[in-house]
């Protein structure tokens, strides 16, 4: 791998962390308020707002977002490819709905499954900036591998009992099969959200991609959680503590950083490396954060499968050919 794709794996191994750490906040957060879809809007809102100040203060952040109004003006970006952010918003509202019915990593097999796979058909049709990549051996086998081993390391282990009062009164006696199918579904939707946030950061910076991503993803949680309140009413009241109300800063950090990384290296192979550190640092918090489920061996295993997964996939690496261009 060239310099740029091993920063790039880098990076996207830095995603997945927070994306771990930002799944533990949003489900924990979800069920002090007994609402998953509010636990998510928050987590949105705080994004959104740290990103309206940073704007606020930056020129230079400003003149990125005039680059992606004239980008749409000038069809070098599609109206279609600003809604990332739906997609992101289904995510964080799984997150708030179901990690703590189902747990972090039952919740983490499901995603990245439904993330791999849609990975293979984001990056065989060239949505990202990377271009199209061919569906070879070692990417469908890196991908398989992977699947292989968050489903090993998910295999024992189960979330609280306590987390369904994130969810809807009507889903709480849902068995939790049908409780993965949601995550799953937010996953598929994960690697068409990078590629689409990579082509508006590719004209106007990650952070422009950023902003679009919270502010459309902000809107339609928001629409959501309006019919929640008008069903079955809002949260009796709001937790205190500070930690709860993190997620929103870890999303920004990784939803830009993702914005960049998928701009050096293929969806796929992003996808790979986010997965090896989503699990890398469950095991770490549950080594330091020690919760009832417990830490097993098969959970070691499955992250360490999953590091051979993200070799596998890299095994090529990024080459340009002049006459067809990118290809892996």
Do not use: H, K
Not at 82 to 99: E, I, K, S, W
Not at 217 to 225: D, K, M, Q, T
Not at 250 to 261: D, E, H
Request: glycine letters at 14%.
């Amino acid at each position: 791998m060239d310099g740029r794709t091993r920063l790039g794996v880098g990076f996207g191994f830095c995603v997945g962390a927070g994306v771990a750490v930002q799944s533990r906040i949003n489900g924990a957060l979800g069920a002090r308020l007994q609402d998953g879809i509010a636990a998510a809007a928050v987590s949105f809102a705080v994004g959104l707002v740290l990103l309206g100040v940073a704007f606020g203060f930056s020129a230079r952040l400003r003149d990125g977002l005039g680059r992606v109004r004239r980008g749409l003006a000038e069809g070098v970006l599609r109206p279609w490819q600003l809604l990332g952010g739906l997609c992101g918003a289904l995510f964080v509202a799984c997150q708030g709905l179901t990690v703590t019915a189902v747990g972090v990593t039952a919740f983490t097999v499901a995603a990245v499954a439904g993330q791999l796979v849609s990975s293979l058909v984001v990056d065989r049709l060239g949505l990202a900036p990377s271009g199209s990549a061919p569906v070879t051996v070692f990417r469908s086998g890196g991908a398989a591998l992977a699947v292989g081993a968050v489903l090993l390391a998910g295999m024992d282990r189960s979330g609280g009992s306590a987390g369904v009062l994130a969810l809807p009164e009507s889903m709480r006696n849902a068995p939790s099969v049908l409780l993965i199918v949601l995550p799953a579904l937010a996953g598929i939707g994960l690697a068409w959200q990078q590629a689409v946030n990579g082509r508006v950061g590719a004209v106007g910076g990650p952070f422009s991609a950023t902003l679009v991503n919270f502010a459309i993803g902000l809107a339609a949680l928001l629409v959501i959680e309006t019919l929640v309140l008008v069903t079955i009413g809002g949260p009796a009241e709001f937790p205190t503590a500070p930690w709860l109300y993190l997620g929103g800063l870890i999303g920004v950090a990784f939803i830009a950083l993702a914005a960049v990384t998928v701009r050096w290296i293929s969806v796929l192979l992003f996808g790979l490396t986010s997965v090896a550190g989503q699990l890398t640092t469950a095991l770490v918090l549950d080594l330091l954060i020690p919760t009832s489920v417990g830490l097993s061996p098969l959970s070691v295993l499955g992250c360490l499968l999953t590091l051979v997964a993200v070799v596998v996939a890299a095994r090529r690496g990024d080459q340009v050919d002049e006459a067809t261009g990118p290809r892996r």
